[in-house]
């Protein structure tokens, strides 16, 4: 994809603000969220290899920071939600690393909205005593919820991506997780 000089001068400008806020603290982390959500998924996947370069970070947490921030945007962007999620932001203990567990349970469960919201409302209620790490798990006890083969298809094809990085992979071996991660790239993702 080709940008012009003003877009790529608009998108070293969220790289510098991404990084800056990002160095903070947790109201730091969610300045750099806004600035990852701008450019997660907009742009080329260079551009998110490039902010995460800049932020001294894996593109693995521009994304997830991206993707807390998509989360609160949802939530905020309802009427009967939007106090109750600023507010929620704002609460002890409770993180954008929750807010990127909801974004990534709701896609993982297909979640409503509703449930999201009723899920971040029980993590406020227990005063951040559900960790971001335990949202997964409170979701499938609440909702009895199991993760589908898609999910489990998801962690494969991230593991694939490594294996295929490592030179001394044999060629066959190469081949198979060649077919099988384009398999589940056209198939699933």
């Not at 609440?142 to 998801?154: A, F, I, L, T």
Request: hydrophobic share 35%.
């Amino acid at each position: 994809m080709i940008i012009s000089k003003e877009e790529e001068h608009k998108l070293q400008k969220w790289f510098s603000n991404a990084s800056s806020a990002y160095k903070n603290s947790d109201t730091g982390r969610w300045e750099a969220a806004r600035w990852c959500a701008k450019i997660v998924g907009t742009y080329e996947r260079g551009a998110t290899i490039g902010l995460a370069e800049e932020m001294g970070v894996s593109c693995d947490t521009v994304e997830n920071l991206a993707h807390a921030y998509l989360m609160f945007i949802e939530l905020a962007s309802r009427s009967k939600y939007r106090s109750a999620t600023r507010m929620a932001r704002q609460a002890p203990r409770v993180y954008y690393s929750h807010f990127r567990a909801l974004y990534t349970a709701r896609h993982r469960y297909k979640l409503t909205l509703a449930e999201v919201f009723d899920t971040l409302r029980d993590i406020v209620l227990d005063e951040g005593g559900i960790s971001s790490r335990e949202v997964d798990t409170h979701i499938s006890d609440k909702y009895g919820r199991e993760k589908d083969w898609m999910y489990y298809s998801e962690q494969t094809n991230k593991r694939l991506a490594k294996m295929l990085g490592c030179p001394d992979l044999p060629a066959e071996g190469r081949k198979i997780a060649s077919d099988l991660f384009n398999w589940i790239g056209e198939n699933v993702i």
